[in-house]
């Protein structure tokens, strides 16, 4: 019998979106998320959101929920990703073995993938997935706070209403009994004046901290707000939901302009925390 090689998804942004050496990426990231307060238990944390753009822009956004999970182990990490280069009708999940980037290779669970596909309109396809950074970017991250994980990685193609809460339900379902963590990577609105585009991620911020993905869902469907993940973060709420989180804790929101001075058009950054009751004291 023949081995067949795995099939691996290798990185398509190292060098652009974050250092390709892996040396000064697990030290610009540890820095990172050494430089954040722990502000909750990481065994709460059932869901985050975070941003996918370059590192100098949004990284340290993003490592302030990363760093509430230092130290923790998962048995699965979902991250659900906006495709901004392909469309395709539905959500794909990629069907090779595993995911790298310069710090190493990430194993994709192929049993809960192929539970997902049984419960949702899921596809097995590499759709999405070959140049897509905004799954990529999260996952030095994820390499750096939690060690050694199981993959599964889902880019939505269409961010339907019905596509994006029958992901959310299916995700609640097959993940129920595991040791998952829940990621939503979303930038916020795109290319407005900082004053502009504060009100509409103020918004977004707000239907978090109210957990309701019904409401966000309604305001990205009008344009009261804008999210290029928004469909991510609402199909994370309704699993994170169905998995026991009764709050979400927006840790902190910025925009482009405070990196490059740049203030009339600018793209806003959210990082946020779906909990668990908190029983555990940190």
């Known amino acids: 019998m023949i081995a067949h090689a795995p099939v691996i998804r290798r990185p398509s942004v190292a060098g652009m979106f974050y250092p390709a050496s892996p040396a000064i990426l697990e030290h610009d990231v540890r820095d990172m998320l050494a430089a954040v307060p ?4 990481a065994a709460s944390v059932i869901g985050i959101i975070a941003p996918h753009a370059g ?3 949004s990284g340290g956004t993003a490592a302030q929920a990363y760093a509430q999970l230092a130290g923790d182990q998962r048995d699965v990490v979902v991250v659900v990703s906006p495709s901004h280069r ?3 009708e539905g959500i794909s999940v990629y069907p090779g073995d595993a995911y790298a980037t310069p710090l190493g290779t990430i194993p994709i669970h192929a049993e809960l993938r192929s539970r997902l596909r049984d419960e949702a309109s899921v ?22 706070a939690l060690g050694s994980f199981s993959l599964l990685p889902l880019v939505i193609g269409s961010q339907s209403r019905e596509n994006c809460f029958a992901l959310g339900e299916a995700l609640g379902r097959v993940l129920k009994g595991t040791r998952a963590l829940l990621v939503a990577s979303t930038d916020l609105s795109h290319f407005h004046s900082a004053r502009a585009g504060s009100r509409l991620d103020a918004i977004v911020a707000r239907d978090l901290e109210l957990f309701d993905a019904d409401l966000l869902m309604g305001d990205l469907e009008s344009g009261r707000a804008e999210a290029c993940g928004g469909g991510p973060a609402v199909a994370v709420m309704v699993a994170s939901r169905l998995l026991g989180a009764r709050t979400v804790r927006v840790l902190h929101r910025t925009h482009s302009g405070q990196v490059t001075g740049d203030n009339d058009s600018v793209v806003g950054y959210l990082t946020a925390v779906l909990q668990l009751p908190e029983t555990v004291p940190l």
């Open 38 to 41: 722990r502000l909750v238990p």
């Open 55 to 57: 590192y100098v822009y």
């Open 86 to 88: 392909e469309f395709f």
């Open 123 to 144: 596809i097995m396809s590499a759709a999405g997935h070959g140049e897509e950074h905004a799954l990529e970017v999260q996952l030095p991250f994820l390499q750096c």
